[in-house]
């Protein structure tokens, strides 16, 4: 089996209003694979923890790609990757200067033939859009979100209007000798988009209007990456914008005259 066609494309933009950018984003589209980070942290450590996070996820499954129709093999391999990166966080944080207690989020998916292994830690998050419909499929490890599993208020708007704070993250990479990656695997649809990204464009850009963005696409996703970025922005730009598209396209047909020409050779 083979993998469909993806189409890639990402962004990262520091905003209006931050002094440098934390959030790291590699894709490795030969590969299948997309990892966005947030990194938290004084000084410079923020970058620190972020960059490794997003490097040590992508080398690990670029050096030891699993089988595309096994898609439980790569689940554990997500896991395994993001507690390789949680370690030299962790090391990091012990011995260079100025990155003590650092940390970051991390949100990555790997594409095999017919399916999307994703996993998370924090409140970066990936959402997917079908049939112009807009799930998130990732869910928060924040404070925020934990008031609202335990029932305490019905929606994050409704806790966020009642002045419960948004930054607090209750799961990060690094900040802790083990974490524990939430994993799923999804199937693929032709048509299917998916939007990697930092609370830079979710916690700026309404749920339907991000919706609208990627609905309304059409010809290259770089355009709408450029536009949810402009988005972002437009509404304040109050922290770093990173996200990443990736959308399952049809295998091309073959021309209508070459089908033709090739006769009774099929
Ligand atoms: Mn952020």
Same mark, same amino acid.
């Given at each position: 089996?083979?993998?469909?066609?993806?189409?890639?494309?990402?962004?990262?933009?520091?905003?209006?209003?931050?002094?440098?950018?934390?959030?790291?984003?590699?894709?490795?589209?030969?590969?299948?694979?997309?990892? @966005?980070?947030?990194?938290?942290?004084?000084?410079?450590?923020?970058?620190?923890a972020?960059?490794?996070?997003a490097?040590?996820?992508?080398?690990?499954?670029?050096?030891? =790609? =699993?089988?595309?129709?096994? =898609? #439980?093999?790569?689940?554990l391999l997500?896991?395994?990757?993001?507690?390789?990166?949680?370690?030299?966080?962790?090391d990091?944080?012990?011995?260079?200067?100025?990155? &003590? $207690?650092?940390?970051t989020?991390v949100v990555?998916?790997?594409?095999?033939?017919?399916?999307l292994? %994703?996993?998370?830690v924090?409140?970066?998050?990936l %959402?997917?859009?079908?049939d112009?419909e807009?799930?998130?499929?990732?869910?928060?490890?924040?404070?925020?979100?934990?008031?609202?599993?335990?029932g305490?208020f019905?929606?994050?708007?409704?806790? #966020?209007e009642?002045?419960?704070?948004?930054?607090?993250?209750t799961?990060? @990479? $690094?900040?802790?000798? %083990?974490?524990?990656?939430?994993?799923?695997?999804?199937? *693929?649809?032709?048509?299917?988009? %998916?939007?990697?990204?930092?609370?830079?464009?979710? $916690?700026?850009?309404?749920?339907?209007?991000?919706?609208?963005?990627?609905?309304?696409?059409k $010809?290259g996703?770089?355009?709408?990456?450029d536009?949810?970025?402009?988005?972002?922005?437009?509404?304040?730009?109050?922290?770093?914008?990173? *996200?990443?598209? @990736?959308?399952?396209? &049809?295998?091309?047909?073959?021309?209508?005259?070459?089908?033709?020409s090739a006769?009774?050779?099929?």
């Open positions: 089996m083979t993998k469909p066609p993806l189409e890639f494309a990402w962004r990262s933009d520091r905003g209006r209003v931050r002094a440098r950018n934390e959030d790291s984003v590699v894709c490795v589209p030969e590969s299948g694979i997309v990892v @966005v980070a947030d990194g938290i942290g004084g000084a410079s450590a923020g970058d620190v972020s960059d490794t996070a490097r040590v996820v992508s080398e690990r499954f670029a050096r030891q =790609p =699993p089988p595309v129709d096994e =898609p #439980r093999r790569a689940q997500a896991e395994a990757a993001i507690n390789e990166a949680n370690g030299a966080i962790v990091l944080s012990r011995n260079r200067a100025g990155c &003590a $207690g650092m940390g989020t990555m998916g790997y594409f095999g033939c017919d399916w292994v %994703y996993a998370h924090g409140d970066s998050r %959402y997917r859009l079908r112009r807009l799930a998130q499929l990732t869910r928060d490890h924040s404070f925020i979100q934990e008031v609202v599993d335990q305490f019905p929606s994050l708007e409704e806790a #966020r009642y002045g419960i704070n948004e930054n607090v993250l799961r990060a @990479v $690094g900040s802790a000798p %083990y974490v524990v990656a939430a994993t799923a695997v999804t199937d *693929l649809a032709i048509g299917d988009i %998916y939007l990697f990204c930092t609370d830079g464009l979710s $916690g700026m850009v309404a749920h339907e209007d991000l919706r609208a963005v990627l609905a309304a696409a $010809g996703l770089g355009i709408v990456a536009a949810l970025v402009h988005y972002a922005i437009e509404n304040g730009g109050s922290d770093n914008i990173t *996200l990443a598209l @990736v959308r399952v396209n &049809a295998v091309s047909h073959i021309a209508p005259e070459a089908s033709a006769g009774a050779d099929d």
